[in-house]
């Protein structure tokens, strides 16, 4: 079988709207680069259709395949509609309606029980980024869980590892604008991103910078589509990149190809650095990246010959034990060649750094008692709820997130989330696998019900999307729910009643967006300046240098790059970089490998989002099945052909997968794209019942990617059943007559 193609999506939007048909602008609000511009198409009041807005100078008019068929996210018969109170027994599902009042009265009741009891930090919120708008992501519900005195969450499933690296190296995450690549950079290097899956607007912006002449490369151990935008694909073993950078390294200040002035005025450490690089020769990396030394040089010289250079990597490559490492090693590389003197060119991880929101008006965390309340970090959600004393959590209050699905070592946290003693609340668009261990399941309403604002940690603009149709049932956005449990608990501050409206001020006063709307104002009078632009046109751009890091300004310690740092090696790590093999692969734990001798990596499905989109009919006909890409060798070596179902466990738990043969990886290396729904999935289990909720080097990131497994066949009669299983898990959502 052939590697996946998954091509961009056609601009839907080029269709010609039918007459009577209102189009109305929003804006994207999943946990993605792209943060796209919509044209949201309704029809007597119903939203019939969503595409990209074709005005906008990045996302183009385009959309994902995922957001492309919309309405049927909108409309899913999963959509929570009213507040509803557990009947059954937890992870059964069966609910009965509530009116708010009650929903309201039992929640506060609860909760000040158990506060009364244990204390507040017993109280533990559970949240990610469901939705990016800066008020939904986090707002009237930090303010409300800190005047609680609830336990802090650590919100580190995503980018925790490359973060931390990012603000060890350079002080803050910042990278060239996306769109001064084409014609910026004449050697790409797309390093641990999918492009076609997760950044589908990068892959324009890739083909048009090699139209104007320049040479991309991908390095991935996983052989998607994105591998075939490239002029060189390599592919080192999972985990290994920052030994991959170092043997560049060595090349390029053995060959004396960095550019020493720039190192010399903007940069601390250079001399500690090269002792450290000097003990990689590319013989060392090859040793451990699996590509030979040979490769390394020629990338290595190429990078070191060509000033005008992007790394452009993703956050698949920092969730590994040491993931934060590898980011640093990359982040390292710009700085030796100067490749942030030009425009569209140095690294781009994260363009997060340059929005300046005052988060401080927006969550107020003078609002927490002293002394400040624990810290959990979200990784640990199993352990959490399993084993933390002192006082343990018995209040779990979750939105914006599936826990269920996507954190890890999930029988851990389903063996939390069964807890009779814990009280879960669960805020929710849809009936997910985690809303159905919930005593208390609220409505929540999506970006086309609510008024939000949008900004991109990839390109630079900031959006305003305003509700265009009215909430669906009774559903409520996040700053809602927690005004109206506010309200419930007594809370009094007034900061408990701010509009939305009035939130979005607090958070642009000071920000670079109201900074960019109107130069010659400054604090109230700015923001509103900027509120009342952002309602007038649909986009306004961060007005900020093309080339961050040209001339210094780097918000580290000494001000300068720090090649070395003397925070990472008061944290008791190496000052410079190093290679921190995964905790589980064949360097980092030789004994259980050869139990579990396939390294698996869980990287982003194409037709999924995490969790989302996996509960809906057209992106499980693209996903098909769970599935396992497997090596021809290690399909071989088991007997596995394609199609089979294939048990794969390690000492955490079993899933059941389907396999696909093919050239995805080299030999002991499988993918399993994520994430089906664990009750769409045969045994109501997903790939997070494989992977560890041990932490990152840098961070206290997630580690999906550093995980040991074994994969066997599975005999015919329980391969039958299963099949059957899986049939009538999804009987509703998959043709499987199409399938057979
Ligand atoms: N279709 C789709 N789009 C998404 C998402 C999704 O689930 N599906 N998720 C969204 C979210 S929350 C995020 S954070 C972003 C994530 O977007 P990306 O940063 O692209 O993250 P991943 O797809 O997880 O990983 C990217 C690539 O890293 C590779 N990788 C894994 N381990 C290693 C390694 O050790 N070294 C190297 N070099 N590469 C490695 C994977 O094989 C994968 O191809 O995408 C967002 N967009
Ligand atoms: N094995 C494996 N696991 C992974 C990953 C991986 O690559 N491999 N990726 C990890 C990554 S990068 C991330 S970011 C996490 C993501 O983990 P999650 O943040 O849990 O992401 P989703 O699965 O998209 O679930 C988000 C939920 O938020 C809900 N939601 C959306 N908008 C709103 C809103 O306005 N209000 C409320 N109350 N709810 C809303 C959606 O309906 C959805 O159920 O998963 C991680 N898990
Ligand atoms: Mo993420």
Redesign the pocket.
């Known amino acids: 079988m052939a590697a996946p193609a998954h091509r961009p999506q056609r601009p839907a939007s080029a269709r010609a709207p039918e007459p009577g048909t209102e189009v109305r602008f929003s804006v994207c ?3 993605c680069w792209d943060t796209c511009a919509l044209r949201v198409f309704l029809r007597d009041g119903r939203v019939v259709r969503v595409a990209g807005d074709p005005e906008h100078p990045v996302t183009r008019g385009f959309v994902c395949f995922k957001v492309n068929h919309y309405e049927e996210r909108i409309y899913s018969p999963d959509r929570v509609l009213y507040p509803l109170k557990r009947v059954g027994p937890k992870g059964e599902g069966r609910f009965v309606r509530i009116t708010w009042d009650e929903a309201l009265d039992l929640i506060a009741s609860r909760l000040k029980a158990i506060v009364r009891q244990y204390g507040g930090e017993a109280v533990l919120p559970y949240s ?4 990016m ?1 800066l008020l ?1 992501y986090g707002s009237m519900d930090r303010r409300f869980f800190h005047k609680l005195g609830a336990s802090l969450l650590d919100r580190t ?3 925790a590892a490359g973060t931390a690296a990012l603000r060890y190296t350079y002080g803050e995450r910042m990278g060239p604008d996306p769109e001064d690549i084409p014609g910026g950079a004449r050697l790409i290097l797309v390093w641990g991103l999918n492009v076609v899956s997760s950044n589908v607007h990068q892959a324009p912006i890739l083909q048009e910078a090699r139209r104007r002449g320049a040479t991309v490369v991908v390095i991935d151990p996983y052989n998607n589509g994105t591998a075939r935008l490239a002029d060189w694909y390599l592919a080192p073993r999972p985990g290994t990149d920052a030994a991959l950078a170092l043997g560049m390294m060595h090349v390029i200040l053995t060959e004396g190809l960095q550019d020493q002035e720039y190192i010399d005025r903007h940069t601390v450490g250079f001399d500690r650095l090269r002792e450290t690089v000097l003990t990689w020769p590319p013989e060392r990396a090859a040793e451990v990246t699996g590509i030979p030394a040979e490769a390394i040089r020629r990338l290595g010289r190429m990078y070191g010959e060509e000033r005008r250079s992007l790394i452009r990597c993703g ?2 490559m920092q ?1 590994h034990s040491g993931g934060g490492m590898a980011i640093r090693a990359l982040a390292i590389l710009p700085a030796l060649t100067g490749a942030w003197r030009y425009p569209g060119c140095g690294l781009l991880l994260s363009n997060s750094g340059s929005y300046r929101w005052n988060y401080e008006a927006l969550e107020r965390p003078d609002l927490l008692p002293e002394p400040r309340p624990r810290t959990i970090n979200m990784n640990r959600l199993g352990w959490a709820l399993t084993e933390l004393r002192d006082p343990p959590v018995m209040a779990l209050f979750v ?5 269920a ?4 070592n999930q029988n851990r946290v389903i063996q939390g989330l069964l807890r009779e003693d814990l009280f879960t609340v669960v ?4 009936m ?1 696998d985690t809303a159905r261990y919930a005593d208390v399941v609220l409505p ?4 086309l019900e ?1 008024l939000d604002l949008y900004w991109s940690y990839w390109h630079l603009y900031v959006m305003l999307a305003e509700p265009v149709i009215p909430p669906l049932g009774e559903a409520v ?2 700053t809602e ?1 927690f005004r109206r449990l506010a309200a419930a608990m007594g809370f009094t501050d007034p900061c408990f009643q701010d509009s939305d409206e009035e939130l979005i001020l607090q958070a642009l006063e000071g920000s670079a967006a109201a900074a960019a709307a109107a130069p010659h104002l400054s604090g109230r009078a700015q923001a509103e300046a900027a509120l009342d632009l952002l309602r007038r046109q649909k986009w306004l751009k961060l007005d900020r240098s093309p080339t961050p890091f040209a001339d210094g300004g780097f918000a580290t310690p000494s001000g300068k790059i720090e090649l070395y740092s003397e925070a990472l090696a008061r944290a008791g790590l190496p000052g410079t970089v190093a290679y921190i093999p995964p905790h589980e692969s064949p360097d980092g734990a030789p004994e259980l490998y050869r139990r579990y001798p396939i390294q698996l990596i ?3 499905a194409h037709h999924f ?4 989109f996996a509960n809906l009919p057209s992106h499980m006909a693209g996903e098909q099945c769970p599935p396992l890409y497997l090596n021809p060798a290690d399909a071989e070596a088991r007997g596995l052909r394609d199609g089979d179902w294939a048990r794969v466990y390690n000492d955490r738990g079993e899933v059941y997968l389907k396999v696909r043969v093919g050239e995805w990886s080299r030999p002991g290396v499988a993918i399993s794209p ?2 089906w729904w664990n009750r769409l999935s045969p045994r109501g289990r997903n ?2 019942a494989l ?1 560890s909720d041990a932490l990152s080097d840098l961070g206290g990131g ?1 580690v ?2 550093s995980n040991l497994v074994e994969v066997a066949r599975v005999p015919e009669a329980e391969a039958e059943a299963l099949e059957r299983e899986f049939q009538e898990r999804t009987r509703d959502r998959l043709d499987h007559r199409e399938q057979a």
Do not use: K
């Open positions: 609000p999943h946990d990610y980024a469901g939705t708008g939904g499933i995503c980018s956050y698949g969730r939105y914006n997130s599936n826990p699905g996507v954190a890890p805020h929710e668009q849809l997910t929540a309403t999506t970006m609510h956005p996040n729910l869980t990287p982003a989002l995490n969790t989302t994520s994430l790939v997070n992977t997630a999906f990617h």
